[in-house]
């Protein structure tokens, strides 16, 4: 086509038929995308690859030669684009750059003939609220986003979709608003209410679910890189799920957007921050963080402030802000020295490049915290009824108190060894009084043996006295040259008689000692290992002291019964072994010697601590209280017990915390860490409003500026979101980026509408996703003709309803609501259900954690998919086949693709042919009586309606073929029915449940099932 013909030919921009006339050419719509993918390359904002020192991007530049506003015949630009010699022709042939199509040209040459008119970018300038259009259409002028729709629609002659049938809805927001598929109540309640209200009800219900915030929490962590491993090369597990936890709970109590975006920036920098504002700020630390020994540190610190900046600016700007590392944009007028400024907000934090786990604190997530003040109250509780008992015990108390004392003194026997030996060569003997000596020579590690009888008593304890004497070097208790000794371990057998060798070992409950060394407490003596640690006692090594062994069990000897006792000294100091000790045993329960419960009982009870008398009650009721106390006690132990486990699990989460002095922060020459020019200062970018100045420049004054009300962008990225979250397509269809490159919204002013609802609702994320709910536009029904079909295939202008394939959590839910398995526990670590045996090996085999994957059991293979533990190197594999993300970066947008892997997965992995079985028992006992009433039970569950009469006669059959096929091979109807680890109802014949299980199989592998029509 030649020139003349270009600029003479009338253009059509329109898909379908209109009476109006043809419309001025918009640079926004038209134009400028066009621009931006064939030329600012080369001459756009980018001032190191300009060429021809040509700036296409803005007017003043432009206008001359290249472009002669009205004269397209003139303008170079016209002539390069429609030339045919290579050396002319624009874009390059060797750009790699599609020459513009006869229709764009068209576009372009009509633009500078009507005057060349530039405008701003559409996202960059504030929304304004839109006039609505009169439609006519009673029923679609009801609501703002109908009559923005309609009036669009309408312009181009086209039709808009009936409703959508009941049950479709009702399906449709179930799993828009929970991620599940809705329970068969919840169907009969909707579809036996008949009132106006009935929808807008539906909605808030589903609003209200806990299921609400998981499933809308799930969005925000691929945007927010959330993972349970550091990534890189090892990939080592992190526990950050208390942050997790923070965004689902955030999400259900409706958390304003404004102050869900500060308190993941900056709620460590708010004025007094709450332990929750600082755990929301894990946000920015979800970024991979590298353990690999060798690597330069700086490097891997500015990569993750690097990582920080990106996903900011793509999660709250919508811009691809990362492409001005190296150079400036190519596209956006954002030069590298403002991406620089931009990274300054986050090039405060005290962390290292390597292992760069730090700062972290140990705080609870919001359900942990509802755990925890539970526990408190029932312990709270549990102490007034363990005082109101021992009120009630109070005038039998002191007797027993002085019981106690002198059972203490009176109960503990002397034992006299009858024979004593050592492995190494230390010279033992015995005297009358039962005290055994060491001479001779001082072997480095020792192991003395002593038998003592114990004829016809019953032994409850034994004591070990430790007694200074003038054989050892310094006249103490130890043959060391410090005095001090390790008693590593002390072992008793019974003997049924002193030469009897049919030893019986009697094992120690516990130690105690009333005075032990720092780390060498008497119960490492009796921990059952024999190694370097053990009872010592330096600091009163020349003092008698004493160790006394609990037996697990009251051990009665016979008339010639004898105790061989072991004392083993493996310590790494050399001669740490006794040089004088005693033997005692107690005949009846009484307070071991060396208790430091003791010096409590003596303290008068008014004088005592609280402590003190914990210790003096714990004491009471071990040694035989009232059933009643001990009853009230046992209350009291399991409430401590629950309330400091629930402590024990709170995780150390990574969180913000900026540098005492700041961090100097410099433009990087194309990125690179090490080659610093000259150093910039915090700022936002200057195509975007600026910082009011009385904002800090800091991460708090960022998060300001981001929610500000007239901020072209945050509003309209968040509300552009969740339109993709319900309708799959996005108004701007790039929702990651709403730069220069980004499509330009079929519906820009119903986006702008949305963006200002949002703000003016003070950000209410329920309230703006009830309103797009509440339209006709979202209740259209998604059937559509080929005609419609071929002049919309994405559905840009929402002439019917949306019709997607569910993401890879939601299908793997679904199955597991359906089966009646799903575990719907809120919160807490993340777990490990089916995986493939020896992945984690096979792709990450690295020592340690990072290389096993240790399989959960329980109600933990059934939690929702959102607390699967998500490992970047190797993502949970039967979600990755639907296209879930690694995690590694900031991902806002998810492919949809269509494989017969997904298929294979549906058809074969445990965790659904397991679901299917759990389904088919749901089928045979809550279905009714016949197979027929079964099946309909099935397809309800499945796919939220009643099925058809072709599908109910098919699946009959189906089912009858099978149970003859599993009658005839009860071993295969095994081989199926054994899939999984819950247990399956075995009163339901083999053969039935087998071939129901096989008909379940096929409903979840139904497109219908894994889609939201």
């Not at 080659?675 to 195509?687: A, W, Y």
């Not at 719907?824 to 493939?836: E, L, M, N, T």
């Not at 990072?850 to 959960?856: A, L, R, V």
């Not at 659904?912 to 088919?920: I, K, N, Q, T």
């Amino acid at each position: 086509m030649n020139l003349k013909a270009v600029i003479l030919t009338p253009v059509s921009r329109d898909n379908g038929p209109t009476n109006e006339p043809i419309k001025k050419v918009s640079y926004g719509a038209d134009i400028r995308p066009i621009l931006s993918d064939r030329c600012f390359q080369c001459h756009g904002p980018d001032e190191a690859s300009r060429k021809a020192d040509l700036r296409l991007d803005v007017r003043e530049s432009a206008i001359g030669s290249a472009i002669v506003s009205g004269d397209a015949g003139a303008s170079e630009v016209v002539a390069r684009i429609t030339s045919d010699d290579p050396d002319l022709q624009m874009p390059p042939v060797d750009s790699n750059k599609k020459p513009l199509s006869s229709e764009e040209i068209e576009l372009l040459t009509q633009w500078i003939d009507e005057g060349a008119i530039y405008q701003k970018h559409w996202s960059f300038r504030p929304p304004k609220k839109p006039e609505m259009p009169d439609v006519g259409d009673a029923k679609w002028r009801q609501h703002p986003i109908d009559r923005l729709v309609f009036a669009t629609l309408k312009q181009r002659s086209w039709k808009i979709s009936p409703r959508a049938d009941r049950w479709t809805l009702l399906r449709r927001a179930t799993f828009d608003l929970t991620g599940l598929p809705p329970t068969r109540k919840q169907l009969t309640d909707f579809l036996s209410d008949d009132s106006p209200e009935a929808w807008s009800r539906a909605i808030d219900q589903l609003l209200a679910s806990p299921a609400y915030g998981e499933h809308q929490a799930r969005y925000w962590l691929d945007a927010a890189r959330y993972a349970d491993s550091h990534g890189y090369q090892y990939d080592f597990r992190r526990d950050q799920w208390a942050w997790r936890d923070w965004v689902i709970q955030a999400y259900n109590d409706n958390k304003p957007f404004d102050e869900f975006t500060i308190e993941q920036l900056a709620g460590d920098l708010l004025p007094q921050a709450t332990e929750q504002q600082k755990l929301a700020t894990g946000f920015n630390r979800n970024h991979p963080i590298t353990v690999e020994g060798g690597v330069i540190d700086e490097e891997y610190r500015v990569e993750y402030v690097i990582d920080r900046t990106s996903t900011t600016g793509t999660t709250w700007l919508g811009l691809t802000v990362s492409c001005a590392r190296c150079h400036d944009h190519k596209f956006d007028p954002f030069p590298q020295r403002e991406f620089y400024e931009f990274t300054a907000f986050f090039n405060q934090v005290p962390e290292k490049g390597m292992n760069g786990f730090e700062p972290q604190a140990r705080i609870p997530s919001p359900y942990q915290v509802a755990a925890i003040e539970s526990a408190e109250h029932e312990l709270r509780e549990a102490r007034l009824l363990l005082d109101d008992a021992f009120e009630d015990w109070a005038p039998n108390v002191e007797a027993f108190e002085r019981r106690l004392l002198g059972d203490h003194n009176e109960e503990w026997q002397i034992l006299v060894p009858d024979s004593v030996s050592s492995l190494n060569g230390t010279e033992l003997s015995v005297n009358d009084h039962g005290r055994v000596f060491a001479e001779g020579a001082i072997p480095d590690q020792d192991v003395y043996e002593v038998t003592i009888p114990v004829e016809d008593h019953t032994v409850y304890g034994i004591s070990l006295t430790a007694l200074p004497t003038s054989s050892t070097p310094t006249g103490g208790l130890g043959r060391s040259a410090n005095g001090n000794f390790v008693l590593s371990e002390l072992t008793v057998e019974y003997l049924p008689s002193e030469r009897d060798e049919r030893a019986v070992s009697v094992p120690v409950k516990s130690a105690f000692a009333d005075y032990s060394q720092a780390g060498y407490d008497a119960a490492l003596a009796a921990d059952g290992k024999i190694d370097q640690s053990g009872w010592a006692v330096h600091g009163r090594q020349n003092e008698t002291l004493t160790a006394s062994f609990q037996l697990k069990e009251p051990l009665q000897a016979s008339e010639r019964g004898h105790l061989r006792i072991t004392l083993h000294f493996a310590s790494q100091y050399t001669g740490h072994q006794l040089g004088c000790f005693q033997f005692a045993f107690a005949s009846k329960q009484v307070l071991p010697l060396g208790d430091a419960r003791l010096n409590a009982i003596r303290v008068p009870a008014q004088k005592r601590t609280r402590e003190q008398q914990r210790a003096v009650r714990s004491l009471m009721i071990e040694q035989g209280g009232p059933d009643f106390v001990k009853d009230a006690w046992n209350h009291l132990t399991a409430a401590q017990e629950r309330r400091d486990q629930l402590q024990a699990e709170i995780p150390k989460t990574m969180i913000m915390r900026d540098m005492e002095q700041s961090r100097g922060t410099y433009v990087l020459e194309r990125g690179e860490y090490d080659k610093r020019r000259e150093q910039v200062q915090p700022s936002t970018p200057s195509m975007l409003p600026p910082m009011p100045e009385d904002f800090p420049r800091n991460r708090l004054g960022l998060a300001r500026w981001l929610t500000m009300p007239n901020h072209p962008l945050t509003a309209r990225v968040a509300a552009n979101r969740i339109w993709t979250q319900l309708f799959g397509l996005g108004l701007c269809e790039t929702p990651e980026d709403f730069g220069l490159q980004s499509s330009v919204p079929v519906h820009l002013e119903l986006l702008d509408w949305l963006a200002i609802e949002y703000v003016e609702s003070g950000w209410d994320t329920k309230a703006l996703l009830k309103n797009i709910m509440l339209s006709e536009t979202y209740r259209q029904s998604s059937s559509v003709t080929q005609e419609s079909y071929a002049r919309d295939p994405e559905n840009r202008y929402l002439s019917r309803g949306p019709r997607m394939r569910m993401d890879a959590e939601v299908i793997r839910d679904t199955a597991l609501s359906a089966s009646g398995l799903l575990n719907r526990k809120i919160g807490g670590a993340s777990v490990f259900p089916y995986h493939p045996k020896g992945l984690w090996l096979e792709v990450n085999n690295r020592p340690g954690f990072s290389s096993k994957y240790e399989q959960d059991s329980g109600d933990k293979l059934y939690r929702r998919s959102i607390y699967t533990y998500w490992k970047r190197t190797v993502p949970p594999p039967s979600m990755a086949v639907f296209d879930a993300p690694s995690r590694e970066y900031c991902q806002i947008r998810r492919s949809r693709t269509n494989t017969p892997l997904q298929a294979f997965v549906l058809l074969h992995d445990p965790q659904f042919v397991e679901a299917a079985r759990a389904l088919a028992e749901r089928m045979l006992t809550e279905g009714g009586e016949t197979t027929e009433e079964q099946i309909r039970f099935g397809m309800e569950v499945c796919l939220g309606r009643p099925p058809t009469v072709a599908e109910l006669e098919v699946l009959l059959d189906t089912n009858s073929e099978l149970v003859s096929m599993y009658s005839a091979s009860p071993d295969k109807a095994k081989d199926l029915l054994s899939v999984g680890e819950s247990k399956r109802d075995t009163q339901l014949p083999l053969s039935e449940h087998a071939a129901m299980t096989s008909v379940a199989r096929l409903m979840l592998n139904l497109s219908e099932f894994i889609t939201k029509n």
